[in-house]
């Protein structure tokens, strides 16, 4: 699988936009982008996904550059109830479903 | 989303005994489920991927005799952790995943061995 690197934590202000890296540098053509996101003693959370082209849903956006080595998640207007643990994760079709988490950047949304 | 249960949300047991954690999917047929095992500040780490009505694919070093699983319907997969020792406590995550790509986690179940 494909191995991704993410800052170990990082904080932002409530209100602000929160821009969360992920470098993934030995991408695959087909390997899609996935963001989950833990919340403390709960299951992840699926935010977005894609392959190429930017993507946005209610949650956030998804930036991914053209390379494809690196992409950034997108909180708009980070509230307190977006403190948690983001995990970018490269999903390789072949292994199907299969998911293999990385360590993820713990976000603290401060007010 | 789809939505994915578990049962129980806690669990305390025994040293030595078993106990078994049920994973079901609520609203849609769940052809894979895969089981997590997630220790304090750590990330999840894949234990097995089970297809309904077909044996477990584990994880290196995971124990397969150890970590039963059964996925005995296209909604139900069972994690039974056998002889549990203290070191097994942990926060066991499962999800589940339909015809698509998408995959739906649990809420955790959360075992403290004593």
């Known amino acids: 699988d494909a191995k991704t690197t993410q800052p170990p934590s990082m904080d932002c202000a409530e209100g602000r936009a929160a821009n969360l890296p992920c470098n993934h540098s030995?991408?695959?053509?087909?390997?899609?982008v996935y963001w989950y996101r833990q919340i403390h003693s709960q299951g992840p959370q699926y935010i977005i996904h894609?392959?190429?082209n930017n993507e946005t849903n209610e949650m956030a956006s998804l930036i991914i550059t053209e390379d494809r080595k690196s992409s950034t998640l997108i909180l708009p207007h980070a509230t307190l109830r977006d403190t948690a643990v983001y995990y970018c994760?490269?999903?390789?079709?072949?292994?199907?479903?299969?998911?293999?988490f990385g360590g993820g950047t713990r976000v603290l949304v401060k007010p | 989303g789809a939505v994915v249960s578990q049962h129980p949300s806690r669990v305390i047991c025994k040293s030595g005994t078993s106990v078994k954690i049920e994973c079901r999917s609520l609203?849609?047929?769940?052809?894979?489920m895969f089981w997590y095992r997630q220790f304090p500040k750590k990330s999840l780490m894949l234990m097995a991927t089970?297809?309904?009505?077909?044996?477990?694919?584990?994880e290196q070093g995971v124990e397969k005799d150890k970590f039963l699983i059964n996925h005995a319907s296209l909604t139900l997969s069972t994690l039974t952790v056998t002889s549990a020792h203290p070191e097994d406590s942990s926060f066991y995550i499962c999800?589940?995943?339909?015809?698509?790509?998408?995959?739906?986690f649990g809420p955790g179940t959360r075992l403290t061995v004593t």
């Open positions: 999800s589940a995943g339909g015809d698509s790509y998408e995959q739906y």
């Open positions: 030995t991408i695959s053509g087909n390997e899609y």
């Open positions: 894609g392959l190429k």
């Open positions: 994760i490269v999903r390789v079709p072949a292994a199907g479903n299969k998911l293999t």
């Open positions: 609203d849609f047929q769940a052809t894979t």
């Open positions: 089970s297809n309904e009505g077909s044996k477990a694919t584990y």
